[in-house]
């Protein structure tokens, strides 16, 4: 198989998630998503849901102030920002995780982390903003920002943590193999055709 | 069937024109390319070499030397540039063309042009500079610019002429439905996943 893990990126609400698990349950591969975390606070210190928080998001005052009052890491991060160490490990441990085999990685940059070796897939799954909004009202229910805020505020930290510690941009054609807009394709189409290829490579 | 029509932008070299010819025959639907320019030509008076060349080239000095210099279209322009023009009419004839019944159209910005219709599948198609270096030779031979400068060359027009046209990106994820690497994936392997998205639409 010429394809050995898939790294997919996707737009918030876009059911990129839904997609790389499917693909994941079919080729019979582990899904990385909890363990990164994992991985991540056992070599930071910082709590998980910081972690998951901030993996794909620029770095802002918040986590400056959060970095300085955590007692768990106390002079580790040489000089660093909190978001540039979190950087450096969550990277590391993508790495590591690509060298023990076949998996699928949502996000957090691994298509451009991985992007030397060539039996990753990178994939960017992308949806409407409709698509988008009633997806995330059902899933994650209502909140006080309206669901299209929602989108984009996600989307925009997304997009800046992705150019700072790329240099490339978020959801480029030109960097990915496939872009498929699950919103006209339909969610079960897509982790198809992802299957297909990998399987076809 | 959702998708009557397929508009297939393409970096040069990627095989798109081959993918979209592929589709229209598995399909069974007309494959317009000629025909476009055939037409296009009738309508401006402009020479079916000019149209090919120009037909997705950003304006520049020598067209506007050559439309003064056509005798073929005297005042018809009605003081827009050649490119203007032969865009207005390209337009048209692309509109015309959609509205006559289920197609594949390559390029000439018929993604953008057709937006406001819900049954156009929007396809990019890109590749490896080598993969398309190697193409481009074996097609239509040596010349004396060097392939990685023809494909340069080629895809700034494209670009410059999609932007100035469109107000849009070329090849950009998010205008389209489908955008895939026909260098990783197979040109065969594209249009079988167009057909099937296409069918299964």
């Known amino acids: 198989m010429k394809w050995n893990i898939l790294a997919l990126g996707r737009q918030f609400g876009s059911g ?23 991985k991540v606070a056992l070599e ?4 998980q849901d910081y972690i998951e928080q901030m993996g794909e998001h620029a770095r802002g005052k918040s986590e400056w102030s959060y970095a300085f009052s955590n007692p768990g890491v106390p002079g580790i991060m040489g000089g660093m920002s909190a978001s540039d160490f979190l950087w450096v490990i969550q990277r590391k441990v993508i790495l590591d995780l690509a060298e023990k085999g076949p998996c699928v990685i949502v996000g957090r940059c691994a298509d451009q982390i991985l992007k030397d070796r060539d039996d990753v897939l990178r994939v960017f799954i992308h949806a409407s903003d409709q698509f988008r909004a009633e997806r995330i009202v059902r899933l994650y229910g209502e909140s006080e920002k309206k669901p299209e805020k929602r989108l984009a505020d996600k989307d925009a930290k997304r997009r800046v943590h992705y150019k ?19 919103s006209v394709i339909g969610v079960d189409k897509c982790a198809e055709m992802i299957v297909s290829v990998m399987k076809n490579g």
Do not use: Q
Not at 169 to 179: A, K, N, R, S, V
């Open 44 to 47: 930071t210190g910082f709590s």
């Open 164 to 182: 700072h510690y790329t240099g490339e941009e978020w959801g480029d054609t030109f960097t990915h193999h496939l872009c498929l807009d699950s």
């Open 16 to 38: 990129g998630r839904t997609i790389a698990k499917k693909v994941a349950e079919e080729m019979g591969i582990p899904y990385y998503d909890k363990e990164i975390v994992e």
